[in-house]
């Protein structure tokens, strides 16, 4: 590149092909300039990624690769075949944060020399036909490929690719890029059909390749990388690994009628699925992406947006079967909704789903990392008991500094370091905003490009500027404002000081503002942010007869810590009165609380057997005859265990 060039424009985990087909793209060069997820990445760079080469170190990844490079001698470190992927995810985290700093500042440079030295570990454990697992080679298992079911091979691949395109888009370099086309091209030479003349007719247990193969076609332009995703996603359900459904293998996704088995592994999948109908226009792909969505947001995921109800296997649980204090809602299986969400609103264009992504984003995402970026939850439950024990580990309710299966930190990572490129998109015709944040977005208007930024305090404030910066052309184009599925109401201020009132119409969750925009001109969306008790489908038995707090995009819980002189178990919460939001910036850097009323009610002892007859079974209240009230302090459920270890409930009992 000259000195006089421009640099290319600057883009995230998604570009889509030249020949793709969908209602949105996403724009380049985002910019999140200040408020709360501002601050949230600044967590993410200053605390996060920074200690992420020391922990890779300490719990034996780096190792690994170089033994697998001949460099190192002793034993493999690690109990699971896939510790290569917590190295390429946490490159891909540390690529979009490259992209956001000055390659000359201080933190810029440490940075680089980081991902520099690790992707040199990298590239020398390749072996010479491509291949790239630390597992198999350091002699674990039987060899390469002789173990799809769990020998994640082809999941740390993806993960590899995804790393390589973060890095090359960010950086220009080719050497992560060219690590993983190799690998590529060893799996394509190895993989295929029965007829196809290739070794394996196979598929990998835990998919995650097929999504990364699309974004390598994407890259660099090679119709087998996409053909091969296509494969692959075609493989699920042919009984290549005995049917089994935790691994996606029960029955064909262009079939499907639920979401099932292992919730990340199906998440991914559907991410492939969702970016295959993209680049493919294969309707048949689309239709199973848009039903399969709907089952899983209907009746299998958590007000918090996070899914998989069994510890057992990490598995989707039946419809309605919700439980609060055994929700497993992995983190990341939140990051895989997020993934496939986001997929499916640039395809459809619709705003249903940003809505869930905007949920699970402010709750079930970014409940899984702590206030200060440096301990973690592996699990993310909606109600952890009075008395309870906790032995710590990987399924812990109480946040760890890094896990024996450490998945779910570097994708905390990796998301946030990437979260600009899941705000806006353009189709052409204008700017679509699918998430409210402080920040300057760009879009297309017959290829003129047009400049929006926006002010806001949300979402603790529903107050939303939008002021045009750049818009060189004088044909009308529309900014399209996602009205929240949650609003009760909202008001509309349009450039020429008009108000509009709740009255505007909607356009499949689109708030559309048409109009020949000039530099300057702004528009304000006034969201109610009135805090709310919500009520679960009374198909959800786990939860019948509760409501939670809710206000703005979050959902609210009660934590111990909050509330002495007893357990939350006796806690139960009157409706009749009104919520009170209170802004706190004393209280977990800086959070508004909503204040309810309730009362603590005693239950009577009952001698050895917990289940009186139905005369008897009424609580007892505190005080002389009468329930005693009490002031109830919720909190924002992302904030919870931050402070120390109690009981937390996000569902409370009505009066």
């Known amino acids: ?58 719990a034996g990844n780096l190792h690994d690769l170089r033994l697998a490079a001949g460099k190192a001698t002793g034993e493999f470190r690690g109990d699971y075949p896939f ?22 500042s201080p933190e810029g440079r440490r940075l680089a020399d980081d991902v520099e030295r690790i992707i040199g570990l990298v590239a020398d454990a390749q072996q010479p036909d491509g291949y790239l697992n630390t597992w198999f080679q350091a002699g674990k298992g039987r060899g390469p490929f002789t173990d799809l079911r769990w020998g994640h091979e082809l999941y740390c691949a993806g993960h590899l690719i995804q790393a390589a395109v973060a890095h090359h888009r960010a950086t220009g370099r080719e050497q992560l890029l060219t690590v993983a086309r190799r690998f590529a091209d060893h799996i394509d030479a190895t993989f295929g059909p029965a007829d196809s003349g290739k070794p394996i007719d196979g598929i990998d247990g835990h998919p995650e390749v097929e999504t990364a193969l699309v974004e390598l076609y994407r890259e660099t332009g090679e119709r087998r990388y996409l053909d091969l995703a296509g494969y692959f996603v075609d493989s699920f359900g042919r009984g290549l690994l005995g049917g089994e459904t935790y691994c996606q293998d029960r029955v064909p996704v262009r079939s499907a009628r639920h979401v ?59 419809p309605y079967e919700l439980p609060t204090e055994r929700a497993y809602c992995e983190t990341c299986a939140s990051v895989a909704s997020i993934q496939f969400s986001w997929r499916m609103a640039l ?13 699970t984003l402010f709750n079930g995402f970014l409940s899984g990392m702590s206030l200060d970026g440096e301990r973690w939850l592996y699990i993310n439950p909606l109600q952890v008991r009075d008395g309870h024990t906790d032995q710590g580990g990987d399924k812990s309710a109480r946040r760890t500094r890094w896990f024996r299966c450490a998945c779910c930190p570097p994708n905390v990572m990796r998301l946030a370091a990437s979260f600009e490129h899941y705000i806006s998109s353009t189709d052409g015709r204008g700017i679509q905003l699918h998430q409210y944040t402080q920040g300057t977005f760009r879009g297309e208007v017959s290829e003129v490009p047009v400049v929006v930024s926006v002010n806001t305090d ?34 509309v201020q349009y450039p020429d000081g008009a108000l509009d009132e709740n009255t505007a119409a909607l356009d499949d969750g689109w708030l559309r503002l048409t109009r020949s925009w000039k530099p300057g001109e702004r528009a304000v969306l ?6 709310r008790f919500t009520q679960a489908d009374p198909r959800v038995d786990a939860v019948r007869g509760c409501v939670a707090i809710e206000r703005g995009p979050l959902v609210y819980c009660l934590e111990q810590v909050d509330h002495p002189g007893g357990g939350l178990d006796e806690i139960v919460i009157d409706t009749s009165r009104p919520l009170t939001a209170k802004h706190r910036p004393d209280l977990l850097g800086a959070v508004t609380t909503v204040l309810a009323g309730g009362h603590r009610r005693a239950i009577p002892e009952r001698g050895w057997w917990p289940y009186p007859s139905s005369d008897t079974a009424e609580f007892v209240p505190r005080e002389n005859g009468a329930a005693a009230p009490i002031e109830l302090t919720a909190i924002p459920y992302y904030a919870w265990a931050n402070r120390r270890d109690g009981s937390m409930r996000v569902w409370l009992p009505t009066s």
């Open 260 to 318: 099932e088995g292992h919730a990340v592994r199906q998440l991914y999948l559907l991410a492939a699925v969702a970016d295959l109908a993209t680049e493919t226009e294969d309707a048949q792909l689309r239709a199973a992406g848009e039903r399969l969505w709907s089952e899983m947001a209907t009746t299998k995921t958590y007000l918090t947006g996070g899914v998989g109800a069994h510890h057992d296997k990490e598995e989707f649980g039946d």
């Open 526 to 531: 006034e969201l109610d942010m009135e805090p």
């Open 1 to 58: 590149m000259s000195a006089t060039q421009d640099p290319p424009p600057r883009t995230g985990p998604i570009r889509l092909g030249p020949h793709a087909r969908a209602a949105l793209r996403p724009t380049a060069d985002p910019v999140v300039a200040g408020g709360f997820w501002a601050r949230r990445q600044e967590v993410v760079a200053h605390a996060g990624i920074p200690q992420g080469p020391l922990l890779l170190e300490s």
């Open 83 to 104: 510790m290569d992927s917590d190295v390429y995810k946490w490159l891909e985290a540390a690529s979009w944060q490259l992209a956001r700093l000055h390659p000359d």
């Open 458 to 491: 949300y979402p603790w404030q529903g107050r939303i500027a939008f002021t045009v910066d750049e818009s060189a052309t004088d044909e009308p184009w529309t900014l399209s404002l996602r009205i929240p599925q949650w609003s009760s109401g909202f008001t």
């Open 347 to 359: 395809l459809t264009g619709s705003a249903r789903y940003s809505d869930l992504i905007e949920r």
